[in-house]
């Protein structure tokens, strides 16, 4: 129960968390993939009470330059749901807490409503390293990298 109150906020009044570091940043080809990207400052996570989600990337920057990797571009506005699990599956070392976020809904650069994606995906599943009502860190392994995401709340 510590984890919910920790992460979320009210059902009315989202609590809203920057990501302010990402342990593989250095290691980015291209600046515009960097958590301190200019087009990335806009964007926060929002974790309400009762398992909803939105990440909200104010204005969409679209970047002429970046049409494919090794760059980065801004994310659209995305909604869905969040859970936290307890793994407890010792014959694959999966021991701790796992948030997972879940979309099911976009809305893109020129739209003005948010719509329903033909399914549902995971937009990440990590686990939690530390989860504190001001701080939270966790662990996301992709089976390619292994990325420690650092976020702090941000004033309403």
């Known amino acids: ?9 009210s059902l009315d009044n989202p609590k809203k968390w920057k990501n302010t570091k990402r342990s593989s940043d250095e290691e980015d080809d ?16 929002f974790f309400y009470l ?9 204005e969409i920057t679209e970047d002429d ?3 494919s990797a090794p760059c980065c ?3 659209a506005n995305l909604r869905g749901s969040w859970t936290i699990e307890t793994d ?7 021991l ?4 997972t976020v879940e979309v099911n809904e976009r809305k893109g650069e020129n739209e003005t409503e948010f719509t329903a994606l033909t399914s549902s995906e995971i937009l990440f599943r990590g686990k939690l390293i530390s989860l504190t009502n001001e701080n939270m860190e966790w662990e996301l392994t992709d089976g390619v990298e292994t990325a420690i995401f ?3 709340v941000s004033s309403p």
Not at 30 to 45: A, M, T, V, Y
Not at 50 to 58: C, K, L, R
């Open 88 to 94: 407890l599956d010792i014959g694959k070392f999966m």
């Open 96 to 99: 701790g807490n796992y948030l």
């Open 30 to 45: 291209h600046p515009s993939c960097r958590i301190e990207h200019e087009k990335n400052q806009d964007n926060f996570w």
């Open 65 to 67: 330059t970046c049409m």
């Open 73 to 75: 571009s801004d994310l």
């Open 150 to 152: 650092e976020f702090t």
């Open 50 to 58: 009762g398992g909803d989600f939105e990440f909200s990337n104010g």
């Open 1 to 9: 129960m510590f984890y919910i109150s920790s992460l979320s906020g």
